[in-house]
């Protein structure tokens, strides 16, 4: 093979070749080969159609990286370009890319758009399983964004059926039909079921990342205050104390917008068990309208803020590739592969 290489060809032919090549022959055989000696080492010419080969021989005894590749290879053959060559086909390696731990990209976090009516964009999600308590496993919780007025319903199980009827009959009657709902990627919101019913209201729908809490941060940060609460009262009776820390969690202000759910959603505070006085108000029904005018009118949505430092990544080359990998975050056992192919 090593007759017909034009780069073998271009390089006997050059008048300051920076290989020593020599026709050595071959162990054990009567044919002679080019090799270089520059190195004081007899280094074979590897022909254009065979470099591939000796590429895998060597790399995929260990999987080694680029240099390394490089360091195994220049020291027993030798061709033109070697270093490119190595260094293209290692970073191609598809068992290399699948197993090795590389940099990952890292997005920059993404802003929900700042929704301007109340119970228009709803957050879903579900905790548990909880300790049983009359019949109840789970707590199927609903936050709107606008008023961050939080919503909780025992459920006996997580089933797309319990879930989509809790909405129907619990959410809907009370609040409307939102416009658009941001939820994790379970199984019961990604059913059949939940497609069909927000295709027949006329639901829009966002999903959060995957083992990226963060992406539904509202109803993880009030899944974290409710369930403190609930753990605070120290009874397995979950279901009894539930009322009373929502009508809490409803009752605190919010110190980015500086009032409280209750008020975003009724035009004023709530009471609760601890109230002395009572603040009576205008009996006149005209004058009430108005006042709850004014005051719905001049509550403005904050958007919200991330208080977290976040070092960002992408890599230049993602978006002229073809196929990437997706990472899997979840607990895996040893010696299984980390990820799996996505075409685009």
């Not at 034009?6 to 006997?12: F, V």
């Not at 360091?71 to 197993?99: A, E, G, H, Y």
């Not at 709107?144 to 459920?155: C, G, L, N, Q, V």
């Not at 969690?249 to 975003?264: F, G, H, P, Q, Y």
Request: aromatic share 8%.
């Amino acid at each position: 093979m090593q007759q017909g290489d034009d780069e073998l060809k271009a390089l006997l032919s050059a008048t300051n070749p920076t290989l020593q090549l020599k026709q050595l022959r071959m162990p054990g055989s009567t044919t002679e080969i080019y090799c270089d000696i520059s190195t004081g080492t007899v280094r074979p010419y590897v022909p254009h159609a065979l470099r591939r080969n000796v590429f895998l021989a060597v790399h995929n005894l260990s999987q080694t990286g680029i240099r390394a590749t490089a360091k195994l290879i220049s020291k027993r053959f030798v061709w033109t370009f070697m270093n490119k060559d190595i260094r293209s086909w290692t970073r191609s390696c598809i068992p290399c890319q699948r197993v090795k731990i590389k940099r990952h990209t890292n997005s920059a976090l993404g802003y929900f758009k700042v929704s301007d009516a109340r119970f228009h964009h709803l957050h879903l999600d579900i905790i548990g399983p909880l300790p049983p308590s009359q019949g109840f496993s789970y707590c199927f919780t609903a936050i709107d964004r606008f008023s961050s007025w939080p919503e909780a319903y025992p459920i006996s199980d997580m089933t797309a059926e319990t879930v989509a009827a809790t909405v129907i009959y619990e959410w809907i009657p009370r609040f409307g039909v939102p416009g658009l709902i941001t939820t994790d990627q379970g199984h019961q919101f990604e059913s059949h079921l939940s497609r069909e019913l927000c295709a027949c209201l006329g639901i829009s729908k966002v999903r959060a990342t995957p083992y990226h809490l963060s992406s539904n941060g509202l109803v993880e940060h009030t899944h974290r205050s409710l369930k403190s609460a609930l753990m605070a009262h120290t009874t397995p009776r979950w279901i009894q104390v539930l009322p009373f820390v929502l009508l809490g969690l409803r009752s605190v202000i919010k110190e980015d917008i500086n009032a409280t759910a209750a008020k975003l959603v009724y035009g004023t505070t709530i009471h609760i068990p601890s109230d002395f006085c009572q603040d009576r108000g205008t009996n006149n029904v005209s004058e009430f309208v108005q006042q709850l005018k004014q005051t719905m009118h001049n509550l403005k949505p904050v958007p919200t803020s991330s208080h977290g430092r976040k070092t960002v990544f992408v890599h230049p080359e993602l978006f002229q590739c073809t196929h990437v990998f997706l990472r899997h975050d979840a607990l895996r056992k040893p010696l299984h592969l980390p990820t799996m192919d996505l075409s685009l």
